[in-house]
């Protein structure tokens, strides 16, 4: 299992359920750690481009807002919150032309995730309008209280019952240290067992290690504080956003066209 | 379904390396029901032999064979994790009744040595290529008894789909499954094939619903 990394990345079958087995059954822990996923020099190497190399306004569009900001061509974002530090690059794979080792590493932990969940890989990696698709997202994270709320995802609480997937799996691949680079809660994670675990410190967490955890389990960070010679918390994220129409809506002729092929298909 | 029962079926499809959760297990209670309200609407009674064809885990099993007489209830599935995992359902489930259930990839319904009142494909032509729904009709002509109704869902897909079940068995959606492909079909076997057969609920997926009469 410790061969698994981002250029090995291909399971075998007994890996496989084992790796499903930790993270679905109620026995099980809800997550799975590919420890040095990635190699020193990546993550070194992701830090300094997008923490300290990058001037966002270069490459990256200010980010509208999560409704209809994704769509087939859209650009990459960024979000930049001047009092915490805080900032997220949407980096979709047809977008982000400007830093190949990001993608490189994204779809190959995409693929990791579409064998334990055993969804087709090629599945969500184009963008398709009214389906979703994964736009690699990266996060630093500076200064803050209550940075992410407990919450779950995908989970049978979902208020729109198609959204209710409990094959659905995050995988987080950590890029920084905590209490070196970052301090505070770090990410915490609610397991099949109904306790949290504090990840980083808990599992001894380092930079390029890779932590797939079942989404509709709860989540959270509490706090991340840094100081200004710190690089804060940094990390990747791979959720599979909702596409929709440029500008979000369809025309009339398309709705048109739409209903008429369901009724073909219902009395022809 | 309560949550527990929920967790248990999906702990079972784990250990027995058959499925990550999935709607098999969301729509556990809604398909079983329907399955089973629309085969007794359809006339099915407990001394009936009933085949399912794609039975998976024996999901709508659970239904049938506690309802059916004892050993009047076949399924045929191709994923070979199903076939334990069907036996570990069935006692979580607390059902003793004799039941028969084999892997098949060849429409080999024969034998079974049987003749069948009903048959059941929920979810199944869904998976079918055009190809192979003409197998599939081609034995059960051999297999179901004159006036025997195989009730089926489906999908008319505007071309073909290809599907990779749980990144394993790689299966193709039919297309223009129309009017007229099912005339063809009525022709070529001498069935007679009804379009959401009158009584029955809507499919809990929205799938369409046929039956044939043999």
Same mark, same amino acid.
């Given at each position: 299992m410790n061969s698994v990394s981002h250029k090995q990345f291909c399971l075998s079958q007994d890996d496989l359920w084992e790796i499903r087995n930790k993270i679905?059954?109620?026995?099980?822990?809800g997550f799975f750690l590919f420890k040095g996923f990635v190699e020193h020099k990546f993550t070194e190497h992701l830090v300094n481009y997008?923490?300290?190399? *990058?001037?966002?306004?270069q490459t990256h569009t200010l $980010?509208?807002?999560?409704?209809?900001? $994704?769509?087939?061509?859209c650009p990459c974002y960024y979000k930049h919150g001047r009092s915490t530090g805080l900032k997220i690059f949407y980096n979709p794979l047809w977008s982000?032309?400007?830093?190949v080792v990001s993608n490189e590493i994204a779809t190959s932990i995409i693929h990791l995730r579409s064998q334990i969940e055993g969804k087709a890989f090629t599945r969500e990696i184009v963008p398709h309008i009214g389906q979703r698709c994964v736009i690699p997202r990266l996060i630093i994270t500076r200064n803050g209280q209550n940075i992410l709320a407990p919450h779950t995802d995908y989970g049978l609480d979902e208020p729109d019952p198609k959204n209710i997937d409990l094959a659905r799996v995050q995988a987080t691949l950590f890029l920084s240290q905590i209490d070196l680079d970052y301090a505070g809660s770090g990410f915490v994670f609610t397991k099949n067992d109904g306790t949290k675990i504090h990840c980083e410190r808990e599992l001894g967490i380092v930079p390029g290690d890779l932590l797939i955890w079942r989404y509709n389990n709860q989540h959270e960070i509490d706090d991340i504080s840094c100081s200004d010679d710190q690089v804060g918390f940094v990390r990747m994220l791979f959720p599979p956003e909702v596409i929709t129409r440029k500008g979000g809506n369809s025309s009339v002729m398309e709705s048109v066209k739409y209903f008429l092929r369901k009724v073909k298909r219902k009395f022809f | 379904m309560e949550r527990d029962k929920l967790f248990k079926l999906i702990d079972l499809h784990l250990e027995e390396k058959a499925g990550v959760p999935s709607n098999r297990e969301l729509m556990w209670e809604s398909l079983g029901d329907w399955q089973m309200d629309s085969l007794k609407k359809l006339g099915l009674l407990p001394d009936h032999k009933l085949l399912d064809v794609g039975?998976?885990? *024996?999901?709508f099993g659970t239904y049938a064979i506690s309802y059916l007489t004892e050993g009047n209830y076949f399924g045929v599935e191709v994923?070979?994790?199903?076939m334990k995992l069907g036996q570990r359902i069935l006692e979580e489930f607390k059902i003793t009744k004799q039941y028969t259930m084999r892997i098949d990839r060849d429409f080999d319904y024969e034998v079974f040595d049987e003749k069948f009142e009903f048959a059941i494909a929920q979810s199944v032509v869904t998976h079918l290529s055009v190809h192979q729904i003409d197998k599939l009709l081609k034995t059960l002509k051999k297999v179901m008894k004159s006036g025997g109704v195989f009730l089926f869902t489906y999908i008319n897909n505007r071309f073909p789909y290809s599907v990779y079940y749980e990144m394993e068995e790689p299966m193709i959606t039919p297309c223009n499954l129309d009017n007229s492909f099912f005339e063809e079909l009525e022709k070529k076997y001498q069935v007679k094939f009804e379009k959401y057969p009158k009584g029955l609920e809507r499919h809990p997926t929205g799938q369409a619903v046929a039956s044939l009469t043999f």
């Open positions: 679905y059954h109620s026995q099980g822990d997008w923490s300290r190399s *990058l001037d966002p306004p $980010f509208p807002g999560k409704e209809n900001a $994704f769509y087939p061509g982000n032309r400007h830093e | 039975c998976g885990p *024996l999901r994923w070979e994790p199903y």
